[in-house]
């Protein structure tokens, strides 16, 4: 096999990655997606759409970046996935946000067929993704990591090693979790603001300049929630609630308590409710805008 790169999922965030890969990478790079679209504009870097199967075929290292768990097990575990398919010195990065235990089964599978699995997640914004300053989250072996690391660094400002297998996915949903609690808090401020008749642009600037400024604040409490604007093709509460589930399952299988991620989902189910699931996950706070009868 040459050396050729494989990238199935170009969506959203794995469009401007793939991009990003082909532009600065120097390698050929091969992508496979069931929408068309992203393929034909990725033609324009040098990328060759193709079949997954055609990936499995001339490539050694495949990237995967996927909706989720569900995607990434059929994708790799299916009846003529590519843990069937594997050959001797492949190399799989998931670049998804997937179950732990999904990274931690497929590392045994890939490993028992001679081909090392990474879970390498991303974290940051479609932006991050197009301007390459993307967080990458590593779990897997340290001899795997140190191959993919300048893989991954055409596409992130920050790589980090996070730990054996299924650790990168740790953290990543971790990270998540946080960022949802996080703007819970921040819509509650800005809905009891408002009902006290405080300017919600006053709040989050002054928030802004002391202890409670955090990135949450500045980009989805100030870009988002301030002027209510929350699009589709972002981070939609549907795939924020999957995140969620993924951290909720955690620690219930350790059985630590998770009452704020248990707050969050039922605010994002009352969203989901109210007909916001495909949009912008910040829409949370029309959730709490609802119960209070102010918007």
């Known amino acids: 096999m040459t050396d050729k790169i494989g990238f199935i999922g170009v969506g959203t965030m794995g469009e401007p990655m793939c991009r990003n890969l082909a532009r600065k990478s120097g390698l050929e790079v091969m992508a496979a997606d069931r929408d068309d679209a992203p393929l034909k504009r990725l033609a324009a870097d040098g990328v060759k759409s193709a079949s997954i199967d055609e990936i499995a075929e001339a490539c050694r290292t495949i990237m995967l970046s996927l909706p989720g768990g569900k995607e990434v097990e059929e994708v790799c575990l299916g009846a003529s996935g590519l843990v069937a398919k594997a050959k001797l010195g492949w190399t799989v990065i998931d670049l998804s946000t997937s179950p732990v235990s999904l990274a931690r089964r497929l590392y045994a599978e890939f490993e028992g067929r001679a081909s090392a699995f990474a879970d390498a997640p991303v974290a940051r914004t479609r932006q991050a993704a197009i301007d390459g300053t993307l967080s990458i989250m590593v779990g897997g072996s340290e001899a795997c990591f140190a191959r993919i690391e300048p893989l991954l660094r055409h596409m992130a400002s920050e790589v980090t090693y996070c730990g054996e297998a299924g650790s990168g996915q740790a953290v990543k949903i971790l990270n998540n979790m946080i960022l949802f609690q996080t703007g819970v808090a921040l819509a509650e401020a800005l809905a009891i603001a408002r009902a006290h008749g405080v300017d919600g ?64 989902r039922e605010l994002m189910e009352r969203a989901v409710e109210l ?19 102010k918007p």
Not at 230 to 251: E, G, N, Q, T, W
Not at 275 to 293: C, F, M, N, Q
């Open 201 to 264: 642009k006053v709040l989050f600037e002054t928030l802004s300049k002391g202890s409670a400024d955090s990135f949450a604040l500045r980009n989805h409490g100030m870009k988002a929630m301030l002027p209510g604007v929350f699009p589709d093709r972002a981070f939609s509460v549907d795939y924020a609630m999957k995140d969620l589930s993924y951290a909720i399952a955690m620690a219930e299988d350790r059985g630590v308590p998770a009452l704020g991620a248990d707050v969050v």
């Open 275 to 293: 007909g916001h699931s495909k949009e912008y996950w910040p829409v949370i706070l029309r959730a709490i805008e609802d119960a209070t009868g």
